[in-house]
């Protein structure tokens, strides 16, 4: 574990410089770019053994080191440029624009490691929706059209602990190419349509075949 690690385990950040050992509850302070020399220091004086019982700690912990509060660089670098995109409605290519790195304060990388892992947390996203869904939910269509572009969203509709959620499934563009260029999300969630209990949309002949067809009400 690097020195940076030690520090967010053993130490509560308090602000302007201060921290607060969790071990003895004293504050100490840590002036930016020195090393952690202080903090350390401390650990060394005061509580001896402290690297053991850390790596200790980790050994037996059943999850990674974001138990601890904390997660490596890397992680942390592919996190803030997948925000920054995604939030920006960016180009995935903005993460090698030269202008963008000259203003961002994240580290550089690339688009091949952002696809990466753009699709590992689309898989993660895919399997919750799919275990929160369960075996009971309801399909809403919707319309959104600008200019010639005209999509179509497929949301999906159920109640866990209590509380109404909705989750898009799937969205694809109303065009000429063949359906499954485009079917990401409800082959991700693998339900059945014998699962569908209501289907939601405009009360137009389309829905109200769709409806019968799956042998649920419709509601628009």
């Known amino acids: 574990m690097t020195s940076r690690q030690f520090c967010a385990f053993f130490y509560a950040d308090l602000g302007e410089d201060l921290f607060e050992c969790k071990k003895c509850g004293r504050s100490r302070k840590q002036s930016p ?3 952690y020399r202080n903090l350390l220091g401390h650990l060394g004086t005061k509580h001896a053994g402290y690297v053991e019982g850390c790596t200790g700690h980790e050994a037996a ?3 990674t080191v974001n138990r601890f509060g904390f997660v490596d660089d890397i992680k942390l ?3 803030l440029w997948m925000r920054w995109i995604i939030q920006c409605n960016l180009p995935i290519t903005e993460v090698e624009n030269k202008l963008t ?3 961002v304060t994240m580290k550089p990388t690339t688009v091949r490691a952002m696809k990466v892992y753009l699709r590992y947390v689309a898989g993660k996203v895919d399997q ?3 275990s929160e869904m369960g075996e009971s939910f309801g399909l809403m269509f919707d319309r959104w059209t600008c200019n010639f572009l ?3 969203g497929i949301f999906a509709g ?3 602990s209590g509380v109404r959620h909705q989750r898009l499934l799937d969205l694809f563009p109303m065009d000429d190419s063949p359906p499954r260029a485009h079917r990401v999300g409800s082959e991700c969630v693998r339900k059945g349509l014998g699962m569908v209990r209501f289907f939601i949309g405009d009360n137009c002949s ?3 075949c769709i409806a019968t067809k799956l042998g649920v009400p419709v509601i628009g």
């Open 158 to 160: 159920y109640v866990m």
């Open 61 to 63: 912990a059943a999850s």
């Open 33 to 35: 770019g020195t090393d």
């Open 150 to 152: 005209h999509l179509l």
């Open 206 to 208: 389309t829905n109200q």
């Open 128 to 130: 919750t929706i799919a």
């Open 77 to 79: 670098t592919i996190y």
């Open 101 to 103: 790195r000259k203003v």
